[in-house]
């Protein structure tokens, strides 16, 4: 997936208002026999069954193929979903991380997520950011009255601010999660760029 250094990500949202959001749903079960990596692939089988219906027809009211929230996410525009509670739950499969970083989405705000797609998620260069019921009904709101309605996800401050009313709230990640974000590292190359020490070390 693609390795972006995160700063402050300041875009529109997708609203995805299912709580309970489980794996099956963000990618199905038939995509994990693919041996490809290819990040359009799992982007275009992300929401799959419910974004088309049996014949491949979009569903036109599901959120994704609603003419606001359509447009594939690029550089401020829909970079972050708004996501229900208790998102990426059920099967611990990595795919589901695969299928939203090949859509384009760069961080999902939730008021809780499933461990392991969390974890997935952060070595997959998508940022999962916990915040309180409220503040996520907020966003729901905002975003339901204005779908242009941006907010500012500032991972060095370890904030997040609805722009429209100001609202903020501090979220939690690991610091060296965090680092690596920042840095555009993976677990390889946080080794390789501490290679000096690692060897200075050893010796």
Request: with cysteine.
């Amino acid at each position: 997936m693609a390795k972006q250094k995160f700063n402050i990500i300041e875009s529109t949202c997708i609203p995805v208002a299912i709580d309970n959001c489980n794996t099956d749903l963000i990618i199905p079960a038939r995509y994990l026999a693919s041996t490809t990596r290819d990040p359009k692939f799992f982007g275009d089988a992300f929401m799959h069954d419910l974004r088309y219906d049996a014949e491949g027809n979009p569903v036109p009211d599901f959120v994704m193929n609603r003419p606001e929230f359509s447009e594939a996410p690029h550089e401020g525009v829909h970079e972050i979903i708004i996501g229900g509670q208790n998102w990426g739950s059920g099967s611990s499969r990595e795919h589901a991380a695969w299928a939203i970083a090949g859509y384009g989405v760069r961080v999902v705000i939730s008021s809780s997520f499933a461990d392991i797609h969390r974890n997935n998620l952060l070595n997959c260069f998508v940022l999962p950011v916990v915040v309180s019921r409220e503040f996520q009904q907020e966003l729901f709101d905002t975003i339901g009255a204005d779908p242009q309605a941006k907010v500012r996800v500032d991972v060095p401050a370890q904030t997040v601010t609805n722009l429209t009313t100001g609202h903020s709230e501090h979220f939690d990640i690991n610091s060296y999660k965090k680092y690596c974000l920042e840095n555009a590292y993976d677990d390889i190359d946080f080794l390789l760029a501490n290679k000096d020490k690692i060897e200075a070390y050893e010796k």
